[in-house]
């Protein structure tokens, strides 16, 4: 069972004009150094054919769904019909190690769920090749990739998919950062895509300083100044997160993870979608949090808990208000303020994918976490940048602006909250999160979307360079 395996990703600092950052914050001193993980939770489910709603709900005592679900659950069916699939649009996906299986279980996927393949699935190592797979060290991120891959393809099945691996996972400290940071100024230097996804975080107080992060940043200074969109994970331990590398501990106050943190960067949160066998919506969207829910637990954690199973959300202790935030001032205080937007991410509303890598059995996979909304998302924006005609960049600005006179495109979420419980050397703890409510909030940003209304807006908002 994969619980949580970490790594990252990132980029070197630069002043930059516009008021997206300023000065930061000092973090406050910690023994620990922790690695990045995926923001993902998987299990098998089917060695054979993808299980029904029914059979997950039965096996996990919750739903799982497929592709047309999320599609029809986002209203992509208008966009669709008028061609607007992602084509010519290409969507990075970056991954230490990869998978070895990808491209055969990216098929198995788009054949079993009557998908196209993409135009063009290019996996390129700009920093280096990847070793030889080893299940022991390399099957997380394996799984991670997969995810990655089939969802970003499953939103927008016309856009190119270009995978970037890296072939040194992120430990402590800065072990496996350069690779991935010249992994990604590559991709940025060489207009290879339009938008990143980046399914992985670090929890910003193991950092040992506040240079350390800025340090890390030049790949999304690069991207800002390239005109491409930069998504990343905020999480999946709810308000706190994971203080050392094995992922084990967990911090007893609020916590965020970088690099979801970054004014440069859109953070993607999480939230709980309870859909028919249609993809029609039974109730409405809210917060992800199952930290509560024994089923899941016992699934994913092996305890029916309570343990930090939420979508990450909080205030940054690195970074100020950007300036696209002065409008939600009242809610972000002085600080940078996550998630930006959310997407399904909940446990309690698993996504399949199939997988056939080792050490596991060939088959149907449930997965869950921010992991899946981040690559959602990029099918989004990938779609948003076909209509507009060209990459748009920076896009929290826009998201901020469409969300200030209320643009239909954006679904408000106004239930739930990311407070987390857990039980860690013999105690048991509470993390007081956030609450959803009208307008931005810190546990689901400015909401979700509407995709046939959200896609031309977001075009339109950020289309001018």
Not at 308 to 325: D, E, I, N
Not at 423 to 441: E, I, K, L, M, P
């Amino acid at each position: 069972m994969l619980r949580r395996v970490r790594y990252l990703g990132a980029a070197g600092a630069l002043a930059l004009a516009g008021g997206f950052f300023a000065a930061a914050a000092p973090i406050a001193a910690t023994s620990a150094s922790v690695g990045i993980q995926p923001e993902m939770h998987s299990r098998l489910a089917s060695v054979t054919q993808p299980p029904t709603q029914a059979q997950c709900v039965a096996a996990f005592t919750v739903p799982c769904y497929q592709p047309a679900q999320f599609q029809a659950a986002y209203n992509e069916g208008p966009l669709f019909a008028r061609g607007i699939t992602g084509k010519g649009e290409t969507i990075v996906l970056v991954d230490s190690f990869g998978s070895p299986t990808i491209q055969s279980d990216l098929a198995t996927f788009d054949a079993t769920f009557g998908l196209p393949a993409p135009p063009s699935f290019k996996i390129i190592q700009p920093a280096g090749p990847v070793g030889p797979y080893d299940p022991d060290t390399m099957s997380g991120w394996a799984g991670e990739t997969t995810l990655d891959v089939e969802w970003a393809h499953a939103m927008a099945p016309g856009a190119n998919l270009l995978l970037v691996e890296t072939p040194v996972a992120e430990t402590e400290g800065v072990a496996g950062l350069p690779e991935i940071i010249q992994a990604e100024n590559y991709v940025i230097n060489h207009h290879l895509g339009q938008v990143i996804s980046q399914s992985f975080g670090a929890t910003e107080q193991t950092f040992p300083s506040v240079g350390s992060i800025l340090r890390l940043r030049s790949a999304y200074v690069n991207a800002y100044l390239h005109h491409v969109t930069v998504l990343a994970a905020t999480g999946d331990a709810g308000a706190t997160d994971y203080s050392n590398v094995e992922g084990t501990l967990l911090f007893t106050h609020r916590a965020i993870d970088w690099p979801s943190s970054d004014p440069l960067v859109t953070a993607v949160g999480g939230t709980q979608l309870q859909l028919n066998s249609s993809g029609q919506r039974t109730a409405p969207d809210q917060v992800w949090n199952d930290t509560y829910n024994t089923g899941l637990n016992q699934v994913f954690f092996g305890d029916p808990g309570p343990n930090a199973l939420a979508t990450g959300g909080g205030k940054s202790v690195v970074f100020p208000r950007p300036s696209y935030q002065n409008g939600v001032a009242g809610r972000v205080g002085a600080r940078r303020g996550v998630p930006d937007v959310a997407m399904s991410g909940a446990c309690s509303g698993l996504v399949l994918t199939y997988q056939s890598f080792a050490p596991g059995p060939a088959g149907w996979y449930v997965v869950c976490g921010t992991s899946e909304s981040t690559p959602l998302f990029a099918g989004i924006v990938a779609l948003a940048d076909q209509v507009a005609h060209h990459s748009l960049g920076l896009i929290n600005p826009a998201l901020y602006a469409l969300s200030a006179r209320h643009a239909p495109g954006l679904v408000d979420v106004t239930t739930g909250n990311n407070t987390v419980s857990f039980t860690q050397n013999g105690a048991q703890f509470t993390v007081r999160g956030f609450n959803a409510r009208r307008g931005y909030d810190l546990v689901s940003g400015v909401g979700t979307v509407n995709a046939a209304l959200f896609v031309p807006e977001l075009a339109r908002a950020a289309g001018g360079r």
